[in-house]
């Protein structure tokens, strides 16, 4: 006989190209000794040889090798067509036969479930639960046959054509098989998680529980009741009213019944049958080594196992360097990025920050990467009493704080404090933060005193140029190995203190503002005018701003031009350019732009990201919904305004200061207005100077990347950017004993997963999320609330942008966005206001609003998922909320 039928007990955790992963499931839970209903399993042998018997379906497979994700209505009918056809062709007599022969085995006179098992589905980073078929109660020879071909049909239903389409599976590749197994008639079913699917927390089972069939509360017919158990006691119980229930039929099937009015609102499961199932779980997570989703029923006092598959959208918990209870606070949160990074991204950043780290090229261990993202763990810092007093004091709008406090200042927190403390570390980090202020404070007192501020930001662009061109000039005297280990030394040993003059500039812009603010409010009792925020010079992100104006009022010249960047790609990019009317002088504006801002792109911090020089077609459709919403030159003249209106306001201010408190103040706090006009357009400096350097950086692995390409060490462009700094060098040097590209194939199929995840905010060693808390009682109803960053109000039509290449914008548009970096400040010349799901008052597109003179609202949770493109909506800069409005009754502005 062929190998059409396997048992549970012929099956483990390696069986999935036979039986896929939820029969390979079964099977090891089987044999591992879990109760699990006996049962068997129709392998994909018999699949594979009826589906190569059926020749219709190879033409099928080319058709469904075409389909985008986005063309639903062809995959809606391709799918309906193809399940008709398998259900239309006869069964194999053979494999029917092997079918039956088991099912006979098992016993005839009960009923069965059967369930597809698809080769690709309940994998470690791929979970199709859903996306197949299940039928319950099936009696006798004929609906088992007709159970069992649905199961094969169902391999091909919208859902998963489309699922494999998103996530790129080769429908081909994939095999159906048909788990078989003995129906147990449950009282109670549910699910339960061996974390907290919620909150993360990795020490907690949570348990759904109803009546009857567990198919009620995947269906989403019923509540269920919750339990949540950790270290072995119940901590949370949430009792439901359970109204329905799915049951079985005798004669075959399930039906849908109400439950009686005295089961409705009882407790599902009893406390020891609560803690037993949690004990079952934890031994199924030990046996897999991760956390599991676990389908289960209880017939009579007896529970049963009946699925468990990989928890997959869990966000990984950063690796460990203790037992000890630890605090990480995410990264890219602070800096725009929340985005998957790119191994040699990662080990950039880590190898550049100078905290936890013995040599200028290790990589810091303050900071530690989880699902592709960079977390600082702050836990020696959180575990001070005196930074938690400080901490529990902050009043000011921050996310990042909101969400610490949440961590530490709750009950229970100083209990899991060590009490041995690694004062080593502790001591380390200290170390460095008074090495950093003794380095910073005679800066600031020096630049903030005895100089003046705009011969302070020519005397550091000039230092940090000279620096660039020693950098330059010795990575192109270098080559192989040495080249890179240079990079990493420069990046480890050398970038990090480059900086600490443009960071003493940035802090002395912002020790000004705050000074002006606290002398205003003091001598006059008012907040700061907006208007002195507005068009500071010096500011590296304006400049870049007005330079995609420029060009756009060159394409607006130039029609050819204008209709040529509609069609552009980047490999003939500059050759086509060439060839039509204006596209020289068009070059000629774009080199300048190149040569200062070329290296930049959104998402920056990784180094990994493709730069604007090397991709031009990036910063078209910001040029174009420039050009198109726009009048020639009125970028500049806007700047302008605002840096006019700005000084009127400082003139108003210390005629107003003069005439009630005198000459003497009057002259203080226009020295202090003096530095903060010319200080605080160089917050950006350091990042700035920071992606000069990644420009430097990149091109030399792009170099070094080609030699590997020719010598067949690595397969693909860009390939590199899937190593890390040491692996680089020593792939380069021969010593990387290990098959590069497998590695770099695996991470690859890493990242597809990783991007999927949302990466939280603050999390703990015990995987527990926590998120910002923000009220706000000015709020209407149903408004969106977010942190008030850019004062005024705007109303206006949405234009959800998610990625900067994505981005054109009509004139007075409301821009939503995940987040801005500086990348995205083309678009802020044709937005009406600002929202993002990421940022606070310091964050760049904070910032850039208020200068830009725009009302702005960060931190708004999932804005790019609730608001809708052409909503209108109402933004309230100034009170921190976005309302939709309806146009016609609701407009107040």
Known sequence: MMNYILHFNQIDRKSIPLVGGK?????????????????????????????????????????LKHLKPEQLDEIRRTGEKIREQILDVPFPDLIKAEIVEAWKELGKDYAYAVRSSATAEDLPTASFAGQQETFLNVKGEMPLIEAVKKCWASLFTDRAILYRAKNGLDHRSVSMSVVIQRMILPERSGIMFTLDPVAGHRHTVSIDAGFGLGEALVSGIVSADLYKVRNNGIVHRQIAKKEKGI??????????????????????????????????????????????????????????????????SAFPVPPAKDNNYRIYLSLGHKQMMTDYMKPLGISVMRTLVPLDKSSACDESQAYVEAGGRLYLDCSEVMYSKFVRRKLSQVTMPDDDLSALKKAVLREGFEKRIPKKRMTRQTFRIWKLILDLYGRL???????????????????????????????QQSVDQRSGAERIRYVQEHVGGKLFFSLLDSLACTFVGIIARSKIERLVKKWLGEELSASIHKSPPGNVTSEMGLLIGDLADIARDYPEVANYLERANDSTFYKGLREVEGGDV????????????????????????????????????????????????????????????ANEAIQNL????????????????SHLVHLYRNMTGTRELPKYMIIRYFGVYRDAFLEEEKVLCSKKIIDHKEDIFYLTFNEIIALM?????????????????????????????????????FTAERSNTEAPPGA????????????????????????????????????????????FHSAKALVTEIGGTMTHGAVVAREYGIPAVCGVENATKILKDGQYVRVEGTKGYVKILDKKNESVC
């Open 784 to 827: 969106l609330i977010g942190i008030p960053v850019s004062a005024g109000v705007a109303e206006g039509f949405v234009k959800v942008v998610r990625r900067l290449e994505e981005g054109s914008l009509g004139k007075g548009d409301i821009l939503v966005a995940p987040y801005t970096d500086p990348g995205w400040t083309p678009l």
């Open 654 to 669: 210390l005629t107003r200061v003069r005439k009630t408190k005198g000459a003497r103040k009057a002259k203080k706090l």
């Open 247 to 312: 049951f079985p039929v005798a004669e075959g099937g399930t039906e849908t019944r109400e439950l009686p009015p005295e089961l409705q609102e009882e407790q599902v499961l009893p406390d020891e049958k609560i803690l037993e199932l949690a004990a079952i779980g934890r031994k199924i997570e030990k046996h897999y080594g991760s956390a599991q989703d676990i389908e289960w029923g209880m017939e009579g006092k007896q529970i049963y196992i009946l699925q468990s598959r990989p928890v997959t």
């Open 23 to 63: 029969g390979a499931n079964l099977g090891e839970l089987a044999r591992a000794g879990f109760p699990v209903p006996p049962g068997f399993c129709v392998t994909t042998v018999a699949y594979r040889q009826w589906i190569d018997a059926n020749r219709e379906m190879e033409q099928w497979f080319d058709q």
């Open 586 to 645: 068009f070059k000629a504006e774009l080199d300048r732009f190149m040569e200062k801002f070329g290296m930049r792109a959104q998402g920056e911090i990784d180094i990994t990201r493709v730069r604007y020089k090397e991709a031009p077609t990036i910063l078209v459709p910001s040029i174009l919904s420039h050009m198109r919403s726009n009048n020639p030159n009125e970028h500049r003249e806007k700047f302008e305004q605002g840096a006019k209106e």
């Open 733 to 769: 040097e021969n010593r990387l004993h290990t098959d590069v590209k497998k590695l770099i194939r695996s991470r690859k199929q890493l990242e597809m997963h990783y991007q999927k995840l949302i990466p939280p905010r603050v999390m703990t060693s015990d995987g527990e999320i």
């Open 441 to 471: 404070l005679p800066r600031l007192i020096r630049m903030m005193v005895f100089e003046d501020p705009v011969m302070v930001y020519k005397r550091v662009n000039s230092a940090f140029e000279q620096e660039l061109s020693r950098l």
